[in-house]
């Protein structure tokens, strides 16, 4: 059973470009999450993605969307790139449980460097 | 609004050393508590969480964590640690949003390093 997937592993892009990542979400798992990782830094809350619709949302600009698909895998997209955004960009899937919290697995990041 | 203090930025130990890792959070409710481990490249692993009940948690590794509601804390320990230990230790909160949504709030991380 293969784990949360993301890819691509590494990538630079240069500001003002516009980049997505992809996220393959944990066998049986509906729910995904997205956190930025700056260095030196924990993980902030992005955005939650449930049954193809936002679901929730942290302290982060438009230029931060995303989508999630029919077989719940999600994307990441962000447009106007700055310096600021260069980070790791961590994935979490898990399972709805109504109102109950479920484990949120990671995938092992995107590293995302803006020149 | 929910948050993490991890008071310590770098902590360096001996192999074999009783190691604690302190964690204070701020939640107005019961809160959801956890302890994630991540090596250099990687995603993070979870260690341990506290829902409710007693209030010392196991985790996988060796390591244990103790809620105590008075303090706000959830400090993490190993008695023993082993140089495959070394790496960057999350505190972290779930706080319930509605409709089912939770968010993870992290703390910005303790790098353990362990001396031979």
């Known amino acids: 059973d293969a784990g949360v997937t993301q890819s691509p592993t590494h990538l630079i892009k240069t500001r003002g470009q516009q980049v997505t990542l992809r996220c393959s979400p944990k066998?049986?798992?509906?729910?995904v999450s997205w956190y930025q990782q700056a260095l030196g830094q924990g993980p902030q809350f992005i955005f939650q993605?449930?049954?193809?619709?936002?679901?929730q949302r942290g302290n982060f600009p438009d230029r931060f969307s995303g989508h999630q698909f029919p077989n719940y895998s999600s994307e990441l997209n962000v447009n106007a790139l700055l310096l600021g955004d260069s980070a790791l960009y961590l994935c979490?899937?898990?399972?709805?449980?109504?109102?109950?919290?479920?484990?949120?697995?990671f995938g092992p990041g995107t590293r995302l460097t803006v020149l | 609004a929910q948050s993490v203090t991890q008071p310590d930025i770098h902590i360096t130990v001996s192999e074999g050393a009783s190691l604690e890792l302190r964690c204070n959070y701020s939640?107005?409710?019961?809160?959801?508590l956890f302890w994630y481990v991540q090596s250099p490249g990687q995603g993070l692993q979870l260690l341990l969480k506290?829902?409710?009940?007693?209030?010392l948690v196991q985790g996988i590794k060796g390591f244990e964590a103790e809620f105590k509601r008075s303090q706000s804390s959830f400090n993490l320990r190993k008695p023993s640690v082993h140089w495959s230990d070394a790496a960057e230790y999350f505190c972290?909160?779930?706080?319930?949003?509605?409709?089912?949504?939770?968010?993870?709030?992290f703390g910005k991380g303790t790098k353990l390093s362990v001396i031979p």
């Open positions: 979490a899937s898990s399972l709805a449980l109504g109102e109950a919290y479920n484990e949120q697995f």
């Open positions: 066998s049986g798992h509906d729910t």
């Open positions: 993605y449930y049954e193809e619709e936002e679901r």
């Open positions: 939640y107005g409710a019961t809160p959801y």
């Open positions: 506290y829902f409710s009940g007693d209030t």
């Open positions: 972290a909160v779930a706080a319930y949003s509605g409709a089912g949504s939770y968010q993870l709030t």
